[in-house]
């Protein structure tokens, strides 16, 4: 398995060897691999700016405040279908 060296805080150190222990992984580098695939999962592949745009238009829609248009609503608009 392939090595990536990652330089951390003293203190965080301590924390992810704490956790490690707490959660019952054999190591911190198994502990550390978790934190990764979670975090992996969780990566949109949104800029902090687009998912912004993203979250204030779900607002809009649930508040029934959207002007925006559905994908079929455009294709219809354009006399795709």
């Known amino acids: 398995m392939p090595t ?5 805080p003293e203190k965080m150190k301590k924390r992810i060897e ?3 222990k707490e959660n019952m992984y ?3 580098s198994e502990y550390i691999r978790n934190a990764l695939r979670k975090e992996i999962q969780n990566d949109n592949g949104l800029t902090p700016e687009e998912e912004e745009i993203v979250l204030e238009r779900l607002e809009e829609d649930e ?3 959207s002007n925006h248009f559905t994908l079929e609503e455009v294709e219809e608009k ?3 279908n």
Request: zero cysteines; hydrophobic letters at 35%; glycine letters at 12%.
């Open 26 to 28: 054999s190591n911190t």
């Open 78 to 80: 354009l006399g795709i």
């Open 4 to 8: 990536i060296s990652v330089n951390v």
């Open 63 to 65: 508040k029934g405040e």
């Open 18 to 20: 704490e956790l490690s």
